[in-house]
């Protein structure tokens, strides 16, 4: 048997338009909202607390404050009776004997007579100033020191510095070199001729006393 060809399906009616499909997934949601939110009504409800009845609150007027009483003082004390003293008896009067004196029990030693006061010694007056010795008076007349011939004619030359001890009298006691002249010929005439100066002694006060001077000797060729 040969069947005959269906007849070609109409699109337009089969698929639903765009207008149809959009309204259909809006009723799909809203029948999920609806159910979500029966779901989330009865959970709730079952979990609701009754509240209690309302409580109905009355204002009381102020009482008046009382004053306060005083506390009840203690009754005061009761007084004692005064203490009686014993009598105070008198004693009777002592007449006074006259004893005869009696001799002292120690005697006391005469002291010696005090010392004559002791004169106040005035301090000592300062020692007065030393004058030194001098040998270069004009009224000395001592002589200059001879230059030696042979140091002449080496030319030798220096300066001899003499320690010379001056006696109360103006005598050289001891004449010793303090510094030499670095040759034995010039310090051995400054010695010889300084051993017979004659000096003007040094004074403390009005007092020639022996002291040391100091006489420098120069030997040098003209």
Request: glycine content about 2%; cysteine-free.
């Amino acid at each position: 048997m040969i069947s005959a060809p269906l007849p070609p399906l109409d699109r337009s009616v089969v698929q639903p338009s765009f207008g149809e499909r959009l309204f259909n997934v809006a009723i799909v949601l809203g029948l999920h909202l609806l159910l979500l939110y029966a779901a989330l009504y009865l959970s709730v409800k079952n979990e609701l607390i009754d509240l209690p009845p309302s409580i109905s609150v009355r204002l009381l007027p102020m009482l008046e404050e009382r004053p306060r009483e005083a506390p009840p003082q203690p009754p005061p004390p009761k007084p004692q009776p005064p203490l009686r003293r014993p009598p105070v008896i008198q004693p009777a009067p002592v007449l006074a004997v006259d004893a005869p004196s009696a001799a002292p029990a120690f005697v006391v030693a005469p002291q010696p007579p005090a010392p004559p006061p002791q004169p106040v010694l005035a301090p000592p007056a300062p020692p007065a100033p030393l004058v030194a010795a001098r040998f270069d008076a004009d009224y000395l007349h001592n002589p200059k020191p001879s230059y030696p011939a042979i140091s002449r004619r080496s030319g030798e030359e220096g300066k001899v510095l003499l320690k010379v001890r001056v006696s109360a009298q103006g005598e050289a006691l001891n004449v010793a070199i303090a510094k030499s002249s670095a040759y034995e010929r010039l310090d051995a005439a400054a010695v010889e001729a300084v051993t017979r100066w004659r000096f003007v002694p040094a004074r403390r006060g009005d007092e020639a006393v022996e002291s040391s001077v100091i006489v420098p000797v120069t030997f040098a060729l003209e």
